[in-house]
Structure formats: structure tokens, C-alpha cells
């Protein structure tokens, strides 16, 4: 049997981001994961945002990983084939697997690393311990479950989930090349949708090393045809979603197959749950069409690893009621709570036909297009208008540039 303070259950973002962290802060660690490198998986391709960058900063690692991305200091803005702005952009793009054995790359030596399934948890308030499936056996004193959307063990540990909406949003990567030309004019776009009817908040389209990626988001049915059409034909489909999009992209092809990603927007429950505490998606989920899912991963594990384990190492015991005071930390709860919001209201701002939602629409679209018209004149009349159509000015208050580089963050994120 190893024993170890603190064991990780899943080596995806937030499992390999707590194990960089709390090996470089000197506690001993066991990240298990049956991946040695982690493998292709479609997810987060990019990191975008002053807000999400900052988030990722306190983990101390970010510098070191973002190099590996392909940077974007501009997004262009497009909506009804007009282009509406070219925003200036703090845009990391880089696919998940990429980003993920990044991260891994900056977890110290000192860190074990066990390549093996974990099939079963023993939970107690002073040691936890862990079956793999290689027949080894961990004692813990804490267990990190952020083993994703992988729900066996919190099945076998009794973890009520919450479904709060099912099949909320689905999302499609694929590879897009120019068509007679060798390269696109933009260098990065989102393209927001034309009709409601179509349900698609919005494409965007990103390098990714000497690729152009899209990534285009709808509120569809998993087995809705237009999928099955997409599949068949993506080119033509895409045209008729989005008729206008090529005014600005100019024609293009679609080379190799799509990724789909349907997502489920739930909430595990682990109250009562001694030597175990849930981080990322195995918490709960987002919708990558607000683009806050690394933002929930990195205010995870930074207070995780940066505030309550080094509290509760520091004391006897690892109860139930210890670990309740991270579920509580404010910080997570205010950035839980803003993601959630943000997953419906971007949902409603893209396909509700009532007065008011047509109204924020237009709005946003009006706010884009003043903000791209103004931004030639200078800083004095910068504006950034969030994802509602709401804007502040560049001498706002500080929470309303919280909530502006938020939005702009959401804009062109994908998860």
C-alpha cells in the first residue's frame, strides 16, 4: 500500500492542474490516471478573456503552459454578414489534450504518477483508501475525485447528481481551410447568429498552429436530423444555418470529421461525504457555450490547493464538516453561480422570441457595432458590451469591468 497525503482521481485539467500545484507547494501527492499522455479529446480548445487568463495565473503554471498555445490578439466580430468590430483579444488557443500534457509537464518530479484505473474508494474522517486496477491499494488522507464526467466512483460513494438541464447545448469541432487562397483575412472571428429559428448562438473560429479551427455551438435535441445532416454534409448544412458567414470568411472547406460534444448541465451533491472533495466537472457541469468552464476549473483547484489544503493538513482529521467550508469558499460559490446564470441567459438571448429577448439581441448587436465604430477614435470611448448588449465605459466601475471582461470572455470561449 502507498500512502500519501493527498490523492488525485483523474488527470484531465483541473486533476493535473491541483497535482502541478500542490507539488510545487511541497505536499505529498499521488495523481492517478490510466492515461501516461493524455489522449486526443474534444473539450476546451482555448483560453480567452482577461478574466480566465487571471484565473489561471494564480495557479502559478499559466506562463510556463500558455506558451504552447497559438496566440490571437484580435477577434473579429461579425453578425448578418456585416462585420461589427475588430476587438483586440487576450485569445490562447490550444486543443485540450495539448493543454492537458502541458500542465502535466509542470507537476514536480516529487508528484507519483500512477497509471491505472481507480475502481473503488473507501471514504472515512481520518484515511481514505483507494482500489486501483493494476491491484495496488493508496491511503490517503484526502481524496480529490475530478475525475470529470466519469461517474462510477460517485455512484459507488452513494453522490446524489442533479440534473438541472438535460442536453442543454451541443458542441461541434471541426477543421476549416480557405478554398483558394492560402489563408482567411481574420485572424480569429465570432459569428453570431442570424435567426433564432436556427438555434445557434454563434460559431467561432480560431488558429490553432498552422490550422483554423471552428467551433460551432447549437441548442439542439441529440438526435435531432439537423445533426445527422451536419454529419452528411457539414458545408451545405452550415450554409443554410448560417447563410451570411462566408461575406466575411470568404469560401471554405471542411476537411475530416466532425466532434460532437452533447452537455448535460448537472450538480453533484457529496454533502455528508467524509475524505473526499469533487472539483471541475465532477462537481458539476457548464455550458461551453459561455465559455466558463476553465474559469470554474481554475477557481477550483486555486482555492483548493492555495487556501483549504493547506488548512486542513495543518489539523487532525478530514470530516465532512472540514471539507463543507470549500463548497461554501465564496469565491466558488459567486463563480459557480455566475457561470449557471450565464448558461441560460446566453441560451435565451440566442433563441427566445419573447419582446424582451428579441430586444437584447438587437441591443447587442447595436452595442458591437457602436463599440467597432468608435474604437478608431480611441481609449475615451472604448466600450465593452457583455454578452446581454449591456456596455460600460472605459472608466466604469470596477465591477462593471468585472462583468465586461467576463462577457468578452464568453464571446469568443469555447469549452
Given at each position: 500500500m502507498r500512502y500519501t497525503d493527498i490523492a488525485i482521481i483523474g488527470g484531465g485539467l483541473s486533476g493535473s492542474t491541483a497535482a502541478a500545484m500542490l507539488g510545487r507547494a511541497g505536499i505529498s501527492t499521488v495523481l492517478i490516471d490510466p492515461h501516461e499522455s493524455y489522449p486526443a479529446d474534444f473539450r476546451v480548445e482555448k483560453l480567452s478573456g482577461h478574466e480566465q487568463i487571471e484565473r489561471f495565473l494564480k495557479t502559478g503554471i499559466a506562463e510556463s503552459v500558455l506558451r504552447r498555445a497559438t496566440f490571437a490578439g484580435e477577434n473579429w466580430i461579425a453578425r448578418f454578414g456585416r462585420?461589427?468590430?475588430?476587438?483586440?483579444?487576450?485569445?490562447?488557443n490550444i486543443l485540450y489534450d495539448s493543454l492537458v500534457n502541458a500542465v502535466r509537464d509542470e507537476i514536480p518530479a516529487t508528484v507519483e504518477r500512477v497509471c491505472a484505473k481507480a475502481l473503488a474508494v473507501e471514504t472515512s474522517p481520518e484515511r481514505q483508501k483507494i482500489t486501483l486496477a493494476n491491484d495496488e491499494t493508496i491511503s490517503a488522507r484526502l481524496v480529490v475525485l475530478a475525475n470529470g464526467l466519469n461517474v462510477g466512483l460517485r455512484h459507488q460513494l452513494g453522490i446524489a447528481r442533479k440534473?438541472?438541464?438535460?442536453?442543454h447545448s451541443i458542441s461541434i469541432g471541426?477543421?476549416?481551410?480557405?478554398?483558394?487562397?492560402?489563408?482567411?483575412?481574420?485572424p480569429a472571428l465570432t459569428y453570431f447568429s442570424e435567426r433564432p429559428s436556427d438555434r445557434t448562438p454563434y460559431i467561432s473560429l480560431f488558429p490553432v498552429g498552422t490550422r483554423m479551427r471552428a467551433n460551432l455551438f447549437v441548442y439542439r435535441s441529440f438526435d435531432d436530423p439537423w445533426l445527422h445532416e451536419l454529419r452528411r454534409a457539414p458545408a451545405e448544412t452550415l450554409d443554410t444555418t448560417l447563410p451570411r458567414l462566408k461575406r466575411i470568411t470568404g469560401a471554405f472547406d471542411i476537411p475530416g470529421e466532425l466532434k460532437v460534444r452533447p452537455v448535460d448541465l448537472y450538480v453533484n451533491d457529496p454533502r455528508g461525504q467524509p475524505g473526499i472533495v469533487l472539483v471541475g466537472?465532477?462537481?458539476?457541469?457548464?455550458?461551453p457555450v459561455a465559455g466558463t468552464g476553465c474559469d470554474k476549473v481554475f477557481t477550483d483547484v486555486e482555492r483548493l490547493c492555495n487556501v483549504y489544503i493547506p488548512q486542513w493538513l495543518s489539523a487532525d482529521g478530514m470530516s465532512a464538516a472540514k471539507i463543507a467550508g470549500f463548497y461554501a469558499d465564496p469565491v466558488k460559490q459567486a463563480c459557480d453561480q455566475w457561470s449557471a446564470a450565464k448558461a441560460f441567459d446566453f441560451r435565451s438571448v440566442s433563441i427566445a422570441t419573447s419582446p424582451y429577448w428579441t430586444a437584447q439581441r438587437w441591443a447587442r448587436f447595436i452595442a458591437w457595432s457602436a463599440q467597432g465604430l468608435l474604437r478608431p477614435l480611441g481609449g475615451a470611448f472604448h466600450l465593452e458590451p457583455n454578452f446581454l448588449g449591456h456596455s460600460s465605459s472605459s472608466s466604469s466601475s470596477s465591477s462593471s469591468s468585472r462583468s465586461s471582461s467576463s462577457s468578452s470572455s464568453s464571446l469568443s470561449s469555447s469549452a
Amino acid at each position: 500500500m502507498r500512502y500519501t497525503d493527498i490523492a488525485i482521481i483523474g488527470g484531465g485539467l483541473s486533476g493535473s492542474t491541483a497535482a502541478a500545484m500542490l507539488g510545487r507547494a511541497g505536499i505529498s501527492t499521488v495523481l492517478i490516471d490510466p492515461h501516461e499522455s493524455y489522449p486526443a479529446d474534444f473539450r476546451v480548445e482555448k483560453l480567452s478573456g482577461h478574466e480566465q487568463i487571471e484565473r489561471f495565473l494564480k495557479t502559478g503554471i499559466a506562463e510556463s503552459v500558455l506558451r504552447r498555445a497559438t496566440f490571437a490578439g484580435e477577434n473579429w466580430i461579425a453578425r448578418f454578414g456585416r462585420l461589427l468590430d475588430k476587438a483586440p483579444s487576450r485569445q490562447f488557443n490550444i486543443l485540450y489534450d495539448s493543454l492537458v500534457n502541458a500542465v502535466r509537464d509542470e507537476i514536480p518530479a516529487t508528484v507519483e504518477r500512477v497509471c491505472a484505473k481507480a475502481l473503488a474508494v473507501e471514504t472515512s474522517p481520518e484515511r481514505q483508501k483507494i482500489t486501483l486496477a493494476n491491484d495496488e491499494t493508496i491511503s490517503a488522507r484526502l481524496v480529490v475525485l475530478a475525475n470529470g464526467l466519469n461517474v462510477g466512483l460517485r455512484h459507488q460513494l452513494g453522490i446524489a447528481r442533479k440534473v438541472v438541464s438535460a442536453c442543454h447545448s451541443i458542441s461541434i469541432g471541426f477543421d476549416v481551410m480557405p478554398a483558394g487562397r492560402a489563408s482567411f483575412d481574420f485572424p480569429a472571428l465570432t459569428y453570431f447568429s442570424e435567426r433564432p429559428s436556427d438555434r445557434t448562438p454563434y460559431i467561432s473560429l480560431f488558429p490553432v498552429g498552422t490550422r483554423m479551427r471552428a467551433n460551432l455551438f447549437v441548442y439542439r435535441s441529440f438526435d435531432d436530423p439537423w445533426l445527422h445532416e451536419l454529419r452528411r454534409a457539414p458545408a451545405e448544412t452550415l450554409d443554410t444555418t448560417l447563410p451570411r458567414l462566408k461575406r466575411i470568411t470568404g469560401a471554405f472547406d471542411i476537411p475530416g470529421e466532425l466532434k460532437v460534444r452533447p452537455v448535460d448541465l448537472y450538480v453533484n451533491d457529496p454533502r455528508g461525504q467524509p475524505g473526499i472533495v469533487l472539483v471541475g466537472d465532477a462537481f458539476a457541469t457548464s455550458c461551453p457555450v459561455a465559455g466558463t468552464g476553465c474559469d470554474k476549473v481554475f477557481t477550483d483547484v486555486e482555492r483548493l490547493c492555495n487556501v483549504y489544503i493547506p488548512q486542513w493538513l495543518s489539523a487532525d482529521g478530514m470530516s465532512a464538516a472540514k471539507i463543507a467550508g470549500f463548497y461554501a469558499d465564496p469565491v466558488k460559490q459567486a463563480c459557480d453561480q455566475w457561470s449557471a446564470a450565464k448558461a441560460f441567459d446566453f441560451r435565451s438571448v440566442s433563441i427566445a422570441t419573447s419582446p424582451y429577448w428579441t430586444a437584447q439581441r438587437w441591443a447587442r448587436f447595436i452595442a458591437w457595432s457602436a463599440q467597432g465604430l468608435l474604437r478608431p477614435l480611441g481609449g475615451a470611448f472604448h466600450l465593452e458590451p457583455n454578452f446581454l448588449g449591456h456596455s460600460s465605459s472605459s472608466s466604469s466601475s470596477s465591477s462593471s469591468s468585472r462583468s465586461s471582461s467576463s462577457s468578452s470572455s464568453s464571446l469568443s470561449s469555447s469549452a
